[in-house]
Protein backbone atom coordinates (compact mmCIF):
# COMPACT_ATOMS: atom_id res chain seq x y z
CA UNK A 1 0.00 0.00 0.00
CA UNK A 2 1.31 3.44 -0.45
CA UNK A 3 1.20 6.28 2.06
CA UNK A 4 2.04 9.60 1.13
CA UNK A 5 4.39 10.55 3.93
CA UNK A 6 5.10 14.13 3.43
CA UNK A 7 5.42 17.01 1.12
CA UNK A 8 7.75 18.81 0.19
CA UNK A 9 8.24 22.63 0.97
CA UNK A 10 10.81 25.67 -0.62
CA UNK A 11 14.39 25.04 -0.84
CA UNK A 12 16.40 26.28 2.27
CA UNK A 13 20.19 27.25 1.51
CA UNK A 14 21.89 26.98 -1.48
CA UNK A 15 23.20 22.96 -1.24
CA UNK A 16 19.77 21.27 -2.18
CA UNK A 17 18.25 20.97 1.07
CA UNK A 18 13.97 21.40 0.96
CA UNK A 19 11.56 21.97 4.16
CA UNK A 20 9.29 19.20 4.24
CA UNK A 21 5.92 19.04 5.84
CA UNK A 22 5.51 15.80 7.75
CA UNK A 23 2.42 13.45 6.60
CA UNK A 24 3.37 10.60 9.08
CA UNK A 25 3.66 9.88 12.37
CA UNK A 26 7.12 8.03 11.95
CA UNK A 27 9.46 10.59 10.62
CA UNK A 28 12.27 8.53 11.58
CA UNK A 29 11.13 5.51 10.46
CA UNK A 30 9.79 6.88 6.93
CA UNK A 31 12.26 9.44 6.26
CA UNK A 32 15.26 8.49 7.18
CA UNK A 33 18.54 8.38 4.85
CA UNK A 34 18.28 5.89 2.60
CA UNK A 35 14.77 5.87 1.90
CA UNK A 36 13.23 5.28 -1.22
CA UNK A 37 10.16 7.07 -1.93
CA UNK A 38 7.65 7.40 -4.71
CA UNK A 39 6.59 10.98 -5.94
CA UNK A 40 3.32 12.95 -6.91
CA UNK A 41 4.40 13.64 -9.58
CA UNK A 42 5.87 10.93 -11.04
CA UNK A 43 8.19 12.63 -13.33
CA UNK A 44 10.04 13.92 -10.22
CA UNK A 45 11.12 10.79 -8.36
CA UNK A 46 11.82 8.35 -7.02
CA UNK A 47 13.98 9.90 -4.76
CA UNK A 48 16.43 8.37 -2.08
CA UNK A 49 17.19 10.35 0.88
CA UNK A 50 20.42 11.46 1.72
CA UNK A 51 20.62 13.42 4.78
CA UNK A 52 17.73 14.86 7.09
CA UNK A 53 17.84 17.05 10.14
CA UNK A 54 15.27 19.46 12.03
CA UNK A 55 16.32 23.06 11.84
CA UNK A 56 13.30 25.60 13.46
CA UNK A 57 11.32 22.91 14.53
CA UNK A 58 11.48 21.79 10.73
CA UNK A 59 12.65 18.71 8.82
CA UNK A 60 15.00 19.45 6.28
CA UNK A 61 16.07 16.74 3.45
CA UNK A 62 18.38 16.41 0.99
CA UNK A 63 17.74 14.37 -1.75
CA UNK A 64 20.50 12.50 -3.94
CA UNK A 65 21.56 14.26 -6.99
CA UNK A 66 19.94 17.12 -5.88
CA UNK A 67 22.88 19.52 -5.40
CA UNK A 68 21.71 23.28 -5.29
CA UNK A 69 18.79 25.97 -4.72
CA UNK A 70 17.41 25.47 -7.98
CA UNK A 71 17.00 21.80 -7.65
CA UNK A 72 15.45 21.65 -4.86
CA UNK A 73 13.25 24.44 -5.38
CA UNK A 74 12.21 22.11 -9.15
CA UNK A 75 10.95 19.49 -6.35
CA UNK A 76 8.63 22.24 -4.44
CA UNK A 77 4.95 20.81 -3.71
CA UNK A 78 5.71 17.46 -4.96
CA UNK A 79 4.65 14.77 -2.34
CA UNK A 80 6.64 11.81 -1.23
CA UNK A 81 5.03 8.53 -0.85
CA UNK A 82 6.07 5.30 1.23
CA UNK A 83 5.27 1.52 0.48
CA UNK A 84 4.05 0.56 3.58
CA UNK A 85 2.52 -3.44 4.47
CA UNK A 86 -0.79 -2.97 5.01
CA UNK A 87 -0.69 -5.47 7.93
CA UNK A 88 1.56 -3.20 9.43
CA UNK A 89 0.28 -1.76 12.95
CA UNK A 90 2.08 0.72 15.05
CA UNK A 91 3.90 -0.26 18.60
CA UNK A 92 1.55 1.15 20.55
CA UNK A 93 -2.27 -0.18 20.65
CA UNK A 94 -3.60 3.97 21.26
CA UNK A 95 -1.21 4.94 18.12
CA UNK A 96 -2.74 4.82 14.55
CA UNK A 97 -1.26 4.50 11.02
CA UNK A 98 -2.97 7.29 8.73
CA UNK A 99 -4.28 4.81 6.34
CA UNK A 100 -6.27 2.81 9.49
CA UNK A 101 -8.22 6.08 10.22
CA UNK A 102 -8.81 7.29 6.49
CA UNK A 103 -12.62 7.18 5.34
CA UNK A 104 -13.63 6.40 9.14
CA UNK A 105 -17.58 7.60 10.15
CA UNK A 106 -17.42 10.55 12.35
CA UNK A 107 -19.65 10.59 15.32
CA UNK A 108 -20.64 12.39 18.55
CA UNK A 109 -20.79 10.47 22.14
CA UNK A 110 -24.63 11.05 21.53
CA UNK A 111 -25.02 9.40 18.07
CA UNK A 112 -24.44 12.48 15.94
CA UNK A 113 -23.15 11.87 12.59
CA UNK A 114 -20.45 14.53 11.77
CA UNK A 115 -19.03 12.83 8.73
CA UNK A 116 -16.29 10.94 7.24
CA UNK A 117 -12.38 11.32 7.74
CA UNK A 118 -10.71 12.71 4.81
CA UNK A 119 -7.79 13.90 5.52
CA UNK A 120 -5.24 13.87 8.31
CA UNK A 121 -3.15 16.69 9.08
CA UNK A 122 0.02 16.83 11.06
CA UNK A 123 0.70 20.04 12.58
CA UNK A 124 3.66 20.92 15.15
CA UNK A 125 1.23 20.86 18.24
CA UNK A 126 -1.33 18.06 17.37
CA UNK A 127 -2.74 16.17 14.49
CA UNK A 128 -5.90 16.84 12.74
CA UNK A 129 -8.81 15.27 11.33
CA UNK A 130 -10.00 16.67 8.26
CA UNK A 131 -13.74 15.40 8.04
CA UNK A 132 -15.90 16.12 4.84
CA UNK A 133 -19.62 16.90 6.15
CA UNK A 134 -22.83 15.21 4.41
CA UNK A 135 -23.12 18.69 3.08
CA UNK A 136 -19.45 19.01 1.32
CA UNK A 137 -18.34 21.72 3.47
CA UNK A 138 -15.38 20.18 6.04
CA UNK A 139 -14.44 20.55 9.84
CA UNK A 140 -11.05 20.14 11.76
CA UNK A 141 -11.19 17.71 14.46
CA UNK A 142 -8.29 17.94 16.58
CA UNK A 143 -7.03 14.55 17.48
CA UNK A 144 -6.59 14.64 20.82
CA UNK A 145 -7.66 12.09 23.73
CA UNK A 146 -10.17 14.69 25.33
CA UNK A 147 -11.87 15.02 22.04
CA UNK A 148 -11.51 11.58 20.28
CA UNK A 149 -12.40 9.30 22.79
CA UNK A 150 -12.59 5.71 21.14
CA UNK A 151 -11.54 4.57 17.75
CA UNK A 152 -13.11 1.41 16.47
CA UNK A 153 -11.26 0.07 13.51
CA UNK A 154 -14.30 -2.79 13.33
CA UNK A 155 -17.59 -0.45 12.89
CA UNK A 156 -15.22 2.03 11.38
CA UNK A 157 -15.85 4.95 13.18
CA UNK A 158 -14.31 7.63 15.35
CA UNK A 159 -16.12 8.62 18.69
CA UNK A 160 -16.12 12.81 19.71
CA UNK A 161 -17.35 14.77 22.44
CA UNK A 162 -16.69 18.01 21.39
CA UNK A 163 -16.84 21.17 22.77
CA UNK A 164 -19.29 23.94 22.29
CA UNK A 165 -18.48 25.43 19.14
CA UNK A 166 -16.31 22.62 17.71
CA UNK A 167 -19.45 21.11 15.29
CA UNK A 168 -22.90 23.25 14.77
CA UNK A 169 -26.29 22.34 14.56
CA UNK A 170 -25.57 20.38 11.14
CA UNK A 171 -24.85 17.18 12.59
CA UNK A 172 -27.54 14.93 12.52
CA UNK A 173 -28.65 11.75 14.15
CA UNK A 174 -26.89 8.85 12.56
CA UNK A 175 -29.87 6.69 12.53
CA UNK A 176 -32.04 9.65 10.87
CA UNK A 177 -30.06 10.51 8.10
CA UNK A 178 -32.18 9.05 5.29
CA UNK A 179 -35.41 10.25 6.98
CA UNK A 180 -34.24 13.83 7.76
CA UNK A 181 -33.21 13.93 3.80
CA UNK A 182 -36.20 12.58 2.45
CA UNK A 183 -38.20 15.21 4.61
CA UNK A 184 -36.11 18.06 3.49
CA UNK A 185 -36.33 16.79 -0.23
CA UNK A 186 -40.42 17.03 0.06
CA UNK A 187 -39.98 20.36 2.12
CA UNK A 188 -38.22 21.62 -1.13
CA UNK A 189 -40.50 20.24 -3.59
CA UNK A 190 -43.46 21.80 -1.96
CA UNK A 191 -41.55 24.70 -1.58
CA UNK A 192 -40.76 24.77 -5.33
CA UNK A 193 -44.74 23.84 -6.19
CA UNK A 194 -45.86 26.73 -4.26
CA UNK A 195 -43.96 29.14 -6.07
CA UNK A 196 -45.16 28.17 -9.12
CA UNK A 197 -48.96 29.06 -8.31
CA UNK A 198 -49.96 31.97 -9.37
Excluded: C, W
Aim: charged residues 30%.
Amino acid sequence: MQLVVARIGRAHGIKGEVTVEVRTDEPELRLGPGAVLATDPASTGPLTIETGRVHSGRLLLRFEGVRDRTAAEALRNTLLIAEVDPTELPEEDDEYYDHQLMDLDVVTKDGLEVGRITEISHLPSQDLFIVERPDGSEVMIPFVESIVVEIDLEEQRAVIDPPPGLIDDRAEIASSRDADADAEADAEADAGADGDRP
